[in-house]
Structure formats: structure tokens, C-alpha cells
């Protein structure tokens, strides 16, 4: 079965630009530079249909910038002989993310790529949140899609300036990351298949996180 890829981009860099041109003069965000100390993140579980152990692994870019979550297991489907738990598959990330002293982070916006199979008749459904252990605070985005389709697609969130949840200045953390593909039937033929993907037969798929900056009070 053919397979797509999804690429998964934060942009804290660039929608920090536009921030600063849409906020008034007289407003300073904090953003910065990237710390110059290296970030380190570490998997402390994984759990979920989408993600079978040993299927996912986390790597951090020299910069600071980025880090990026590669994933070789996550397919969404329903219809033949689909097994009837396959319309949904998720995944539960929670990291431990050990930042330079005196900087916080936030996850500023979100740009999810990959490939749908979908019966005339059917739907789907991608959905992500993003919040930091003990914290109220949780981003939830759903972005939905309907058959006919058999393309890659693409849906983009963004976080506005006042809504960016920052991971709380020194106090250790988890940042849990969960995701959802889910696949319905709908009107289309239960004797076809319809899919929706996070993976990629050619290669492991890679899901890049950029981060936004900002030093904490006192610093």
C-alpha cells in the first residue's frame, strides 16, 4: 500500500518576525537568540497505537533550534479488511527537555504534512495538543478532511503572541506532545479501503519541532 510523509514544522524563528510587526510600538516581546548551551531532550515514555516501541526516536539540530521526533510506524485506516481498531491511531510523546539556565521555551506554531487515501463518501480527521506536565494550559488543534482524495495534504496552526504557553522557569518539566489520525467510513463502500498517514515506505518519518525563546525574569 502506498504510503506518504509528513513533515512536521514549528517555526518559532519566523512567527516571532511576524509578531513583532503586529503587535504595538510600545509592546516588547521577549523573544531571543538561542541559548548558546546545548538543549537536551530525552523520550521518557512513548505510548500508543501510532508509535509501537522502538518505532520513534528524538534528535536535537547543533543550534539549538530544532528538535526532531522520527517516527517508521503510523497509518490510519478503515474499509476491507482493515482491522476494526486501525481508524484510529495515536501518540503519546512525553519529553524531558533540560533547558540552559536562565531561557524558557514555547512551541509557537505547528505546519503537518502527509498522504490521504480517501473513498468519495469517507472522512478524516488530524488532531494534535501540546502542553507541559501539571500545567492547565493545553493547545488543541483539529484540522478535518473528506473523501474523494488521494494526495498529500497539508494544514498549518499557529499560536498567537499572548496565547504561547512557556515552559515554567526553573521548575523540571515534562513536555508532552500528543497526536491522533483517525480514520471514518462515513458513506463510502465498507469493501474499500480508505487511509490516512504519518509514515513513509522510502524513510523513517521526521517530525521538526523549532523552538521560540525568551530569557526568564530576573535573567
Known amino acids: ?13 519566523s ?7 503586529a503587535l504595538p510600538a510600545q509592546a ?3 523573544f531571543e537568540d538561542p541559548p548558546p548551551d546545548k538543549i537536551v531532550i530525552k523520550v521518557a515514555t512513548v ?9 520513534t526516536a528524538v534528535a536535537v539540530s547543533e543550534d539549538n533550534t530544532a528538535f526532531t521526533v ?4 503510523y ?7 482493515s482491522d ?3 481508524f484510529r491511531k495515536n501518540c503519546q510523546l512525553s519529553l524531558v527537555v533540560h533547558v540552559p539556565g536562565g531561557f524558557t521555551y514555547a512551541i509557537a506554531s505547528a505546519d503537518y504534512r502527509g498522504f490521504a487515501a480517501l473513498q468519495s463518501g469517507s472522512n478524516a480527521m488530524q488532531r494534535a495538543s501540546y502542553y507541559f506536565q501539571g500545567s492547565p494550559n493545553t493547545q488543541f488543534r483539529s484540522h478535518p478532511f473528506s473523501g474523494p482524495l488521494n494526495d498529500n495534504w497539508q494544514a498549518t496552526d499557529e499560536t498567537d503572541w499572548a496565547q504561547l504557553v512557556w515552559a515554567p522557569c526553573g521548575v523540571q518539566r515534562n513536555f508532552n506532545i500528543n497526536t491522533e489520525l483517525r480514520v471514518n467510513l462515513g458513506s463510502s463502500s465498507p469493501s474499500k479501503v480508505s487511509f490516512m ?5 522510502d524513510g523513517d518519518i521526521s517530525t521538526v519541532y523549532h523552538l521560540a525563546w525568551k530569557q526568564c525574569p530576573g535573567k
Open 1 to 13: 500500500m502506498a504510503r506518504g510523509l509528513l513533515r512536521f514544522l514549528l517555526s518559532g524563528a
Open 15 to 21: 512567527l516571532a518576525a511576524l509578531l513583532v510587526a
Open 28 to 30: 516588547s516581546p521577549a
Open 47 to 55: 505510548n500508543g497505537s501510532g508509535c509501537p516501541q522502538g518505532t
Open 70 to 73: 522520527t517516527y517508521s510506524d
Open 75 to 81: 497509518l490510519a485506516q478503515v474499509g476491507g479488511n
Open 84 to 86: 476494526p481498531t486501525a
Open 197 to 201: 498517514t504519518m509514515d513513509s515506505t
